[in-house]
Nanobody, 124 residues
Framework: VQLQASGGGLVQAGGSLRLSCAASGRTFKDYTLGWFRQAPGKEREFVAAITWSGGTTYYADSVKGRFTISGDNAKNTVYLQMNSLKPEDTAVYYC??????????????????WGKGTLVTVSS
C-alpha cells in the first residue's frame, strides 16, 4: 500500500495551497482517508478526514472554514484545499488511511497506513 502526498511548498500568509494524496496497492472502498500535520517541536495533530464514499467529512476546529477535504475515486486521490493560510499552519502534512470513522480521527492517531509527509511553510 502506498499513500503518496504532494503539493506542499512555501506560501505567504493569506495564500492557498492544495495537497494531494494518491492511494494505491489495495481497494480503499470502506476506508477513511485524511490528513495529519506536525509542526516543529509539536505533536502530530489531526487536520481533516473523509470517507472513501465522500459522504462524511470531519475537520479540526483550527482549520474549519479554511480547509476543504475532497476525493476523486476515479483517480484514487484525496485532496486538501487550504485557503487563508496562517503561519501557524506551517508543518509537515501526512496523509493516512484507516477504517475508523472521520470523527474518530481527532482522538486516535494509530492509523493503518501512512504516507510520507509534504512540507507546508507559511511566511508572515
Amino acid at each position: 500500500v502506498q499513500l503518496q502526498a504532494s503539493g506542499g511548498g512555501l506560501v505567504q500568509a493569506g495564500g492557498s495551497l492544495r495537497l494531494s494524496c494518491a492511494a494505491s496497492g489495495r481497494t480503499f472502498k470502506d476506508y477513511t482517508l485524511g490528513w495529519f500535520r506536525q509542526a516543529p517541536g509539536k505533536e502530530r495533530e489531526f487536520v481533516a478526514a473523509i470517507t472513501w464514499s465522500g459522504g462524511t467529512t470531519y475537520y479540526a476546529d483550527s482549520v474549519k472554514g479554511r480547509f476543504t477535504i475532497s476525493g476523486d475515486n476515479a483517480k484514487n486521490t484525496v485532496y486538501l484545499q487550504m485557503n487563508s493560510l496562517k503561519p501557524e499552519d506551517t508543518a509537515v502534512y501526512y496523509c493516512a488511511a484507516d477504517f475508523l470513522d472521520p470523527q474518530g480521527w481527532a482522538y486516535y492517531h494509530g492509523m493503518d497506513y501512512w504516507g510520507k509527509g509534504t512540507l507546508v511553510t507559511v511566511s508572515s
